[in-house]
């Protein structure tokens, strides 16, 4: 019987909170044939922003074609600043965008619609359904009331503060200097490269982060900071915000303002239990270094569907049943975050000093001249220790 929510008692696959990582989880488990409902709490998909909105174009590839509906820079090289000023550029680890992720989230979640998937938005899941210990389905309020309804595998696409997780026991709460907390202003009227994404580094700046400028062309930018959660004792991340845009771009306006946490402290240990799976912001799977997770999130939505597919092909949809997910996240990506968490945490707390002198060695090698490795390897040789510990990370 469908309830006065219009939704169904039972499903093959439910998936809460359309944001990349649950829209491409459920676009995955549409096109292997499950019935699979997406529910999202927000009235509209991709609204209220929180993202600076770089992706890089072969992840995004994996997914989707580049579409102008939503891309709105392309970008030619990263500028590193030290705090003194000193600037290196770089090319980019591998081409990158910048999207406009209103309309990109929807369009996520309307290929999951014509993939076959239900989505309901202005929908809330309240609760987890459990049965002998075991996830069954989901409590939702939205639009017509509340219901219970049922599915052989719940897919938990909630976000960094995911309540699932923590309903299912799986949340383990990240150390504060683990979570990037980040302010960003979406900004006009701002003087900027733009095919270049500008990454500021220095205490004053932002502690144990950096500050950043996107362009996204005709004079907006995302202008943004995140600063490690530890270092956050004088000043909020608003505060440190202001005074960034103040110093570079006194005459521009801000036209939105973002501000939430990333979990950077690398992905849980635990990613999936009996009936229920975690994936990208809920599951801690942003990189460590970048807090970039918008292109992890949709390999992790699809990982886990196609496990999820298999799993229920099966008939055993328990813990031991739905692992392979958790094995071969942490074989495919899981070692790339480590190493990731490892270097950031070499490198936060490097002082000012040693970052202007890093980044002085680094631009009398230009890139174009030496290369990016001979670049890298010249800067750090100015400090042998953290080279050798740098090497060791790496090598590890
Ligand atoms: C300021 C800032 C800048 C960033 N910049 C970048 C960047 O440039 N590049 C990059 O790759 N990453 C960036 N990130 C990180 C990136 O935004 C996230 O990693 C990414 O959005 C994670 O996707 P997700 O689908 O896992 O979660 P989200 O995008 O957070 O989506 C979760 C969804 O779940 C919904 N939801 C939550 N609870 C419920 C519930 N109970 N019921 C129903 N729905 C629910 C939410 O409304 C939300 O729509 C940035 C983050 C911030 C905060």
Redesign the pocket.
Known sequence: MISAMNVKPNYDVIV???????SVAALTAAKFGLDTLL????QE?GVPL??????GVDTLREFVEPDPRWVCAEIEHYRLIAPDGTSVTIPPFEPTLILERKVF?RELAHLAVMAGCTVRVK????GLLTEDGRVTGVKLSGIGGECETHAKVVIA????E???ARWAGLRSVPRTGDVMI???YVMGGVECDPNTCDYYLGRDIAPGGYGWV?PKGNGLANV?V?VAGDELKEDSALGYLERFVGRLFPNASPVGL?????PVGGPLRRLVTDGLML????AHQ?DPLT???????MLAGKMAAECAAEAIRRGDTSRQGLRQYETQWNKVHGGTQRRSYRIRELIRHLSDDTLNQIMSVAAANPVEKVGVRNMALAALKQHPKLLLELGSVLLK
Do not use: H, N
């Open positions: 809460v909170g359309a944001g990349p990582s649950g529910v999202e709490k927000r998909i929180r993202c600076a909105e770089a992706i989230d929908t809330q899941a309240t696409a909630d976000g960094a995911s309540q699932l980040t302010a960003q996107f943004g995140g973002v501000v939430g946490g990333i994936v990208g912001d809920a942003a807090a970039g997770g918008i292109g992890y999130g």
